[in-house]
């Protein structure tokens, strides 16, 4: 006999995701969940990024490794609360692990999570954690033909951060051939410039994070 | 390596549709799988084939795996535009490439074959053949 189905295979993470999102929209919270390959230096640029944002809102921060509380313990040290999801294998995170870790950053309402996903540019696209927006970094020693690669990410993703600008000297990186790829999988996308390094660019992507605070927080306010 | 979590989240939900339906064996279970979820079809099967084992009704359960593409609508002329090659992602009516996923982004449980047990399935086989 044949039975028709018809269901989401992602159904229980995505009405997980979605008690968040709505959860988060109550309070006004920007959700970022970060997503790279490992290595991109995703640590790194959050790392200035917190410098940029302290006194400016109130941010708390999960990040999410197979193995090691390292990257919590490189974050811990600008102010914000920190949470090391350990996944012990799990190549991403799902939304059951951030609603059981959001208690240890988010005690009394955030203006800002930010979530630094598990390195690897496939797995964690597919799992809504109930974001606002999903950005993807890539790095100039990466090559710049990943968005043809992986083109689900850059789908999904809201903004894309080239990182490591400040190597291209020492490269053969095509700058202006990763703009175009990345505007053909999705041309309405924002993408980013920067060097964790020497600070290029850091400025406007702190604004750029800034001013979607501030756009959700607003939306929060008038409702 | 998602496909781990994918297969498993698979079988168990076969399993409890296939309990539902008072079946006493799933023969075969049709997967429709979006080009966005960046699965690799043999290590899905692969995954598929030794989870089902854990299963009562899964055990001998044939997986067929259909690619499905991407729906999205086109921002600027609001068409439905359906897509498999997201290399090129662009509108077949305006030839815009300013699009906004809509569906087929996941993966999706179609249908299955089952075998019931005719003594405990009374109403719920007169919707079958």
């Given amino acids: ?223 | 390596m998602h496909e781990l979590s994918i297969a498993d989240q698979i079988v168990s939900m076969v399993e409890l549709e296939a309990k539902e339906a008072h079946a006493v064996k799933v023969s075969s279970v049709t997967i429709d799988v979006s080009v966005l979820m960046e699965v690799e079809e043999d290590n899905l099967q692969f995954c598929l084939n030794t989870l089902k084992k854990e299963y009562s009704l899964t055990a001998e359960t044939i997986f067929i795996y259909r690619e499905v593409p991407v729906e999205f609508e086109c921002l600027s002329c609001g068409e439905k535009v359906i897509i498999s090659d997201l290399t090129a992602p662009v509108c077949q009516e305006c030839g815009s490439s300013s699009l906004d996923i809509r569906g087929g982004d996941s993966i999706y449980i179609a249908e299955m074959e089952v075998e019931i047990d005719e003594s405990r399935s009374t109403e719920k086989c007169d919707a079958g053949e």
């Fill in chain 1, 1 to 223: 006999m044949k039975v028709e189905v018809q269901k989401n295979v992602m159904q229980a993470n995505n009405e997980l995701a979605a008690v968040l999102r709505d959860k988060w929209e109550k309070s006004g919270t920007t959700v970022l969940n970060i997503i790279s390959s490992p290595g991109s230096g995703k640590t790194t640029l959050l790392e200035r990024t917190l410098e940029r944002l302290q006194g400016k809102v109130k941010a708390g921060i999960l990040v999410g490794d197979i193995q090691t509380e390292n990257d919590a313990m490189r974050l811990s040290k600008y102010g914000f609360p920190v949470k090391q999801i350990i996944t012990s294998g799990t190549c991403h995170l799902e939304a059951h692990m951030i609603e059981k870790h959001l208690p240890d950053v988010d005690a009394d309402g955030l203006d800002l999570l930010i979530i630094e996903n598990v390195g690897n540019l496939v797995c964690p696209s597919s799992y809504d954690l109930g974001e606002d927006l999903k950005v993807v970094a890539l790095s100039v020693t990466e090559g710049e033909d990943k968005p043809l690669k992986y083109p689900g990410i850059f789908r999904r993703a809201k903004a894309a951060v080239i990182t490591k600008v400040d190597l291209l000297p020492f490269l053969d990186f095509d700058m202006t051939a990763v703009r175009e790829y990345v505007h053909t999988i999705n041309p309405d996308i924002h993408l980013v410039e920067l060097s964790s390094k020497n600070g290029e660019g850091m400025d406007a992507w702190v604004n750029w994070l800034l001013q979607k605070v501030d756009e959700k927080k607003k939306v929060n306010l008038s409702r």
